[in-house]
Each structure stands twice: as structure tokens, then as C-alpha cells.
């Protein structure tokens, strides 16, 4: 089942910006969230991961690009990139797991609920 659903995915040109959206049920608390991506031949990178107490993780390839925010009311998170380039091209994964995120997301195994991805394309 399901339980993490993202959308704003599609085609921007390098430079551009796009914002991803991950619904996450209301019933369900998870403590720390994250975003990953994974490009055709390559290993899934951790990107973004944000605590419930707004403690915030990036990996150096986004850091000042890429903005991970959560509106709990509206059981959402975010992932806000600008600056985009074409080795961003992937497909983008929001997870979750129900305790504190480890400081380096990349080291953070923890992750136990994942959404189905969603395509991010920059054309040069």
C-alpha cells in the first residue's frame, strides 16, 4: 500500500526551477522525511531529509539550491529546486521513517516507506 504520493515532477530547461510535492497520510506520523533521487545507471542518492522539529540535511550536490520544507497541516512535503541542470535529470523519491534523521542523509539506512518517484527532466 502506498502510503506517499509524489507530483510535480515534468520538463524544465537548465536554470529553471521546479517544486515537488509528497502527500503523506494524516493518520500516519512520520518523524523524519527525505527526498532521493536516481538517475538511469547510477545509485540512489540521498538529496534532502527534514525532522519534525524542522532540523534540515543536504547533500553537497543541492545544498543552496534545493530547499526541503513540510506543512503538516496539509500532510505535504516539499522539495523546492532552482538552479536546475541537466545532471539533475532523475526520478525523485520521497521516504519517510519514524525517527530522528541522521545529520548525513547519505548515511541515514533508516528510511522504511518510500512513494513511486516521479520524473524530473533538464534539458540543456
Known amino acids: 500500500q502506498v502510503q506517499l504520493v509524489e507530483s510535480g515532477g515534468g520538463s524544465v530547461q537548465a536554470g529553471g526551477s521546479l517544486k515537488l510535492s509528497c502527500k503523506y497520510p494524516e493518520t500516519v506520523s512520520y518523524y523524519c522525511m527525505g527526498w532521493f533521487r536516481q538517475a538511469p545507471g547510477r545509485e540512489r542518492e540521498g538529496l534532502a531529509s527534514?525532522?519534525?522539529?524542522?532540523?534540515?540535511n543536504y547533500a553537497d550536490s543541492v545544498k543552496g539550491r534545493f530547499t526541503i520544507s513540510r506543512d503538516n497541516a496539509e500532510n505535504t512535503l516539499y522539495l523546492q529546486m532552482d538552479s536546475l541542470k541537466p545532471e539533475d535529470t532523475a526520478r525523485y523519491y520521497c521516504?519517510?521513517?519514524?525517527?530522528?534523521?541522521?545529520?548525513?542523509?547519505?548515511?541515514?539506512?533508516?528510511?522504511?516507506?518510500w512513494g513511486q518517484g516521479i520524473q524530473v527532466t533538464v534539458s540543456a
Open positions: 527534514r525532522d519534525q522539529d524542522g532540523t534540515r
Open positions: 521516504a519517510a521513517h519514524p525517527f530522528v534523521c541522521d545529520s548525513d542523509i547519505a548515511r541515514d539506512t533508516q528510511f522504511n516507506t
